[in-house]
Nanobody
C-alpha cells in the first residue's frame, strides 16, 4: 500500500524558514509527479508546488513563488518543500500528494487540479507567528 508521510512542520516566527519532507513508500516513485498542497484555517485546500518525476520540471502557486522551493531525492523516495521568509498567511496544514503520469504529454501544472491526485499524506501543521 502506498503511504506518504510528511514531517518538518512546527511553529516558526515571521521571516523564518522550514523544510518539509515527505517520504513515500510503495512502488510509485519514478512514475509519479509529487506536489504540496495546504489548507489554512477556515480556507479550502490549495496547490502550493509540484515537481515532475525526474525533478526537472516544477510549478509554483503565486503565493510561494520566489520563497518556496520544491525538490525531490529519488534515491530516498522523498520530496521536500523549502519555505523561506514565512508569514502568518502561510499558516496551514501542508499535505504531500502523488499524481500518476497516465498519458503522453503529461505536464507538471496538471497537479494543480486535485482530481489528478491519487494519494495524499495526512499533513503536517505549519504555524507562523508574529
Amino acid at each position: 500500500q502506498v503511504q506518504l508521510v510528511e514531517s518538518g512542520g512546527g511553529p516558526v516566527q515571521t521571516g523564518g524558514s522550514l523544510r518539509l519532507s515527505c517520504a513515500a513508500s510503495g512502488r510509485i516513485w519514478t512514475s509519479y509527479g509529487m506536489a504540496w498542497f495546504r489548507q489554512g484555517p477556515g480556507k479550502g485546500r490549495e496547490f502550493v508546488a509540484g515537481i515532475g518525476p525526474r525533478g526537472v520540471s516544477t510549478d509554483y502557486a503565486d503565493s510561494g513563488r520566489g520563497r518556496f522551493t520544491i525538490s525531490r531525492d529519488n534515491a530516498k523516495s522523498t520530496v521536500y518543500l523549502q519555505m523561506n521568509n514565512l508569514t502568518p498567511e502561510d499558516t496551514a496544514i501542508y499535505y504531500c500528494a502523488a499524481a500518476p503520469i497516465r498519458y503522453i504529454g503529461w505536464d507538471v501544472t496538471s497537479m494543480r487540479r486535485e482530481d489528478t491526485i491519487a494519494y495524499w499524506g495526512r499533513g503536517t501543521q505549519v504555524t507562523v507567528t508574529f
